[in-house]
């Protein structure tokens, strides 16, 4: 794919000074983005970098009224030699299709989706902060025709955007409180659970803000059909430590197949650690907390990486794991996996990509 660089240089000033504030989350934004154009005539094609931008939709285009929209969470790292790196981009472009294939998007040639993230992430590599914060990268698409009128749009935008983040935790790693929800659900086998649409987001805004109110840090989702089966919590996987043995839900169309959660299994199960995808109802969680059975659980995703889970809330009460410490195979994951993305340890994996950085003429 031929990508046209329309931006001059990065505001290198502009960009030194945004990493010296607290970036905090999706805060500031990186001065260039990458764009892309589909019609039925032409497929995509304008394949270009230019400066960061409000973009220029009609009031009619489809993505606002019907909500025809996806997207993909990302992160470019800086190791301490300088170096840039991603953690699996392949495995976020064969996602963002599938994501596309369910609302009835375009598809996109995977290596193009690669490029045009390597790409664009290569052109800002000023703006990626060191470590522990990152440069998180969001492509999205949207429906861009203008027409009311229920059916899959004609036309499209891609684009994706940057934005340097703050360690997600700025406190350090602190377990979090989630709350089980009896009633709200996130998501129902056959719908859009297992794409990364939009729409799964604000579906899940009311439970969160009732969870926050009163005190928790996230909604531990069951699932839509018996309330009863532990699905993922907040915007994340959910895993947990059983009898010594790593349980997480299978991905049977309501779960969003993270990328983290696919790293984490391999890992697990290269290092001889039995893992079980397998239903783990709120009952037998809370049971096992309580008789000391379940001894870890943690969330996993690009944004966190992990996050333990040190309190689930169910039926008025609160369910303590292992004291509210964070466990030892917690930590190991996100030492392995952090260690992976910043290049502190070799992966064997291949899942690392360094990105080129192209010479600044000065
Ligand atoms: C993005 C996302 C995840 C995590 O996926 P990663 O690829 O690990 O970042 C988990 N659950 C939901 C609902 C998500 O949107």
Redesign the pocket.
């Known amino acids: 794919m031929e990508i046209a660089v329309r931006a001059a240089g990065t505001d290198v000033a502009k960009a030194r000074a945004t990493l010296e504030k607290d970036l905090g989350f999706g805060r500031y934004f990186a001065d260039r983005m990458f764009q892309m154009k589909f019609n039925e005539e032409r497929g995509w094609h304008d394949a270009e970098i230019i400066p960061y931008q409000a973009l220029q939709m009609d009031p009619a285009a489809m993505v606002l009224h019907y909500g025809q929209e996806i997207f993909e969470?990302q992160k470019a790292y800086r190791w301490d030699d300088g170096r840039i790196a991603m953690f699996r981009p392949d495995?976020?472009a064969a996602?963002m299709n599938r994501s596309a294939q369910r609302l009835c998007m375009p598809p996109i040639p995977p290596d193009d989706l690669v490029q045009a993230t390597l790409t664009l992430v290569g052109q800002l590599a000023e703006w990626i902060p060191s470590s522990p914060s990152t440069l998180y990268v969001r492509p999205t698409m949207i429906a861009s025709e203008a027409a009311l009128g229920v059916r899959p749009a004609k036309e499209y935008l891609y684009f994706i955007i940057c934005s340097p983040v703050g360690p997600y935790f700025p406190k350090g790693f602190a377990p979090v409180r989630v709350k089980a929800e009896p009633a709200y659900v996130?998501a129902v086998e056959g719908g859009t659970?297992d794409a990364?649409c939009g729409g799964?987001?604000a579906t899940s805004l009311l439970a969160q803000n009732i969870a926050k109110s009163e005190g928790f840090d996230a909604v531990l989702w069951l699932d839509a059909k018996e309330h009863r089966f532990v699905e993922?919590i907040g915007?994340?996987?959910i895993l947990f430590v059983v009898d010594g043995k790593l349980v997480t839900s299978p991905l049977h169309g309501s779960?969003?197949p993270?990328?983290?959660?696919d790293s984490i299994l391999r890992l697990a199960a290269d290092e001889g650690m039995k893992v079980h995808e397998r239903p783990l109802s709120i009952q037998e969680l809370t049971q096992g907390i309580e008789r000391g059975v379940v001894t870890e659980a943690f969330g996993?995703?690009?944004?966190a990486v992990v996050t333990p889970v040190g309190i689930v809330g169910w039926g008025g009460k609160d369910y303590a794991i292992s004291d509210n410490q964070v466990g030892p195979i917690t930590k190991h994951f996100y030492n392995v996996l952090t260690g992976f993305q910043y290049g502190k340890t070799k992966d064997p994996y291949g899942w690392v990509r360094t990105v080129e950085v192209p010479a600044r003429v000065a």
């Open positions: 969470g495995a976020n996602r996130r659970g990364k799964n987001y993922e915007a994340m996987n779960i969003l993270g990328i983290t959660r996993a995703g690009t944004a």
